[in-house]
């Protein structure tokens, strides 16, 4: 069993920036992907950016240009930097980790964008 761990959450103003780290109990280098998702007030949990074993990363749309995945496999960490926050991005950020091909996920960290 792997666990997960978010963290770096918070409120942040406009064109703000937030880091979120996800830190697992156990190695992820043998990972399949790994990748953050995010559920916005009264919507579906949706794909933010994804990075596999070998680096390669995909992003949704609304993240590209703004938001850089990143892991640090010495201490087991997934980041997220999240620049020019904008209001639609305040959601419950949540890191996945697909180990042996089975699907771990965090408890989620809250992201509030405000005006």
């Known amino acids: 069993q792997l666990q997960l761990v978010e963290s770096g959450g918070g409120l942040v103003q406009v064109g703000g920036s937030l880091r979120l780290s996800c830190v697992a109990s156990g190695s992820i280098s043998s990972s399949n992907i790994m990748g953050w998702y995010r559920q916005p007030p009264g919507k579906q949990r949706e794909l933010v950016a994804t990075i596999t074993s070998g680096g390669s990363t995909n992003y949704a749309v609304s993240a590209k240009g703004r938001f850089t995945i990143s892991t640090d496999n010495a201490k087991n960490t997934v980041s997220l930097q999240m620049n020019s926050l904008k209001l639609e991005d305040t959601a419950v950020y949540y890191c996945?980790?697909?180990?042996?091909?089975?699907?771990?996920w965090g408890q989620g960290t809250q992201v509030t964008v405000s005006s």
């Open positions: 996945r980790v697909v180990l042996n091909f089975y699907a771990y």
